[in-house]
């Protein structure tokens, strides 16, 4: 018996429906031609504009500066606001260890449970990290968040400028109904910006990051509640892919949001 012989008696029936399916039976080849070929990772051209921001997810090349941006330091050692306390590492392993959290992140991205780590630059410059997640967006169309930036750009305003941007994002373009953020009492930077942006309370919860007792305020905000501090920003790379992607629905502009 020839090879192409065996293959097709051991052949079921649900693998023709399969290869009819995938156009594998049509063409004769696997992986079956597509045409056009579909973007495997839809996320490289969605970039945000605001003022001198520009937002983009990670890549390999802006994690790297990143890195050297939290080298000159995030926050005072005497305070930790965050959950994970990750910027107490061992300084020669930090930057590996930054690398390896965006790079799982990336691996274990899916339309069910994503995180889309937007790397800030002001004239070009890395300074900072804006992040957005949502689990089961397509059903619960809801979204949070998380930042920081290198101390030297901190009370500048740009905190409030990129988290306003990933809100228009997801408000106006993903569809998303309501946006979280949490920080720890006495974290006045980020308090002050959830409540310039609309963001109500939504009760506390307590945490231990470094084996000590603080109350986490928890903040929420209604698409219809956001006040954003300028205009919108320009969203390029919003594609029917990158819709499905991040389980969102396609078409959804801003402009039919607003
Ligand atoms: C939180 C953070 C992202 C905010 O960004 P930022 O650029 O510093 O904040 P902005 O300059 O946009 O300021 C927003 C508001 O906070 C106020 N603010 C900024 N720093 C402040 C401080 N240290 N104390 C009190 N208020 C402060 C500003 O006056 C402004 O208020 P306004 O809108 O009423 O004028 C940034 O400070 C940061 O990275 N901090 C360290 C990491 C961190 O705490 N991340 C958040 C974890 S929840």
């Known amino acids: 018996m ?14 023709e429906d399969e290869a009819a399916r995938t156009g594998a039976a049509a063409s ?53 606001p965050f959950r ?17 959290y965006l790079w799982r992140e990336r691996m274990s991205l899916s339309p069910e449970d994503w995180s889309v780590h937007f790397v800030v630059r002001l004239d070009g410059r890395v300074i900072g990290l804006q992040s957005v997640t949502a689990t089961r967006f397509a059903v619960l169309r809801e979204v949070c968040t998380g930042s920081y930036l290198g101390r030297h750009f901190q009370g500048q305003g740009h905190g409030t400028a990129m988290r306003a941007a990933v809100l228009a994002f997801a408000f106006g373009y993903l569809g998303a109904t309501t946006a979280r953020s949490e920080y720890f009492a006495g974290n006045a930077a980020s308090a002050a910006v959830s409540a310039r942006l609309g963001y109500r309370t939504d009760g506390t919860r307590l945490l231990a990051p470094r084996g000590e007792r603080v109350v986490e305020q928890r903040m929420v905000l209604d698409a219809a509640g956001f006040t954003p501090p300028g205009p919108a920003p320009e969203v390029e790379g919003w594609t029917p892919e990158l819709a499905g992607l991040l389980g969102a629905e396609w078409p959804l502009t801003s402009t039919e949001q607003h």
């Open 84 to 100: 994970e306390p990750w910027t107490e590492a061992d300084p020669r392993y930090l930057g590996r260890g930054v690398l390896q």
């Open 2 to 15: 020839t090879e192409a012989a065996m293959t097709e008696a051991v052949m079921t029936e649900a693998d």
């Open 28 to 80: 004769g080849w696997v992986p079956a031609p597509i045409d056009p070929v579909p973007d495997p990772w839809p996320l490289h051209g969605l970039v945000l504009r605001t003022g001198r921001l520009e937002l983009r997810p990670d890549d390999d090349a802006s994690a790297r500066e990143l890195v050297t941006v939290l080298h000159d330091g995030v926050h005072r050692a005497s305070v930790m």
